[in-house]
């Protein structure tokens, strides 16, 4: 991991079109800045994996499975 | 291979600038009918070469008539979205054994622009939603 140290409103540049900045530092939490384009998504990072991992579990479900799901039905509205 | 598939007219093809968690590279995707007119479920195939990818995905209306998720300003200004009706969701669903079992991901919602149809998923952090939300109550 490559750690540098910066100041409020001090910036890191990650490739030529990611900008990092250090917004406000108070107490023990930080706000950043990200300026990506939209080919890069910016995720928390717990999140992120969180999504990762139940991405990779609905990915691609066997055929036999979608035929039984495709007759399932919305509960009635009370 | 899935079954017999109806495209459904109003969303040709939809495309994700930075594909989904966990599948960074795949960007472009169809929509496909699963089942009959009354199914509730669609099939988001993608288009790209190699792959066999798709997730099955339905509106979350029909399971989750509360479910009012706030689009963050980010995914707003990547999708091009000026109000709330120019998204379209939908919910990934993973299909369980039994199929009545299945769940819906409310934390990670795909919002398509309908007009333009780029489509991104998005992140409703801190809204207690999960990513396994049950369709049918048990």
Redesign the interface.
């Known amino acids: 991991m490559l750690v540098l140290t910066r100041r409020a409103n001090q910036s890191i540049m990650i490739g030529s079109d990611v900008v990092v900045t250090v917004l406000e530092v108070r107490g023990d939490q930080v706000r950043i800045g990200i300026d990506a384009p ?7 990072e717990e ?2 994996r ?14 036999g ?11 009635p ?1 009370p | 291979m899935t079954g017999p598939a109806t495209v459904e007219p109003e969303l040709p093809e939809l495309h994700f600038a930075s594909g989904l968690p966990g599948f960074p590279d795949a960007r472009r995707f169809v929509l496909v009918r699963l089942g009959d007119e009354a199914s509730p479920f669609s099939v988001l195939r993608s288009l790209d070469d190699g792959t066999d990818l798709e997730f099955v995905v339905t509106h979350p209306a029909l399971f989750f008539p509360d479910y009012e998720p706030e689009i963050d300003d980010d995914v707003a200004g990547r999708l091009e979205l000026e109000s709330a009706d120019d998204a379209l969701l939908l919910v990934i669903v993973t299909v369980a054994d039994p199929v009545a079992a299945s769940t819906a991901n409310l934390l990670g919602p795909i919002v398509v622009n309908r007009h333009t149809r780029a489509a991104a998923q998005a992140v409703l952090g801190n809204s207690g939603y999960a990513t396994r939300e049950a369709l049918v109550p048990t």
């Open positions: 939209r080919s890069i998504s910016v995720h928390r999140v992120f969180e999504l990762e991992a139940a991405n990779r579990a609905a990915a691609s479900p066997a055929s499975a979608l035929e039984d799901l495709a007759a399932l039905r919305p509960p509205k």
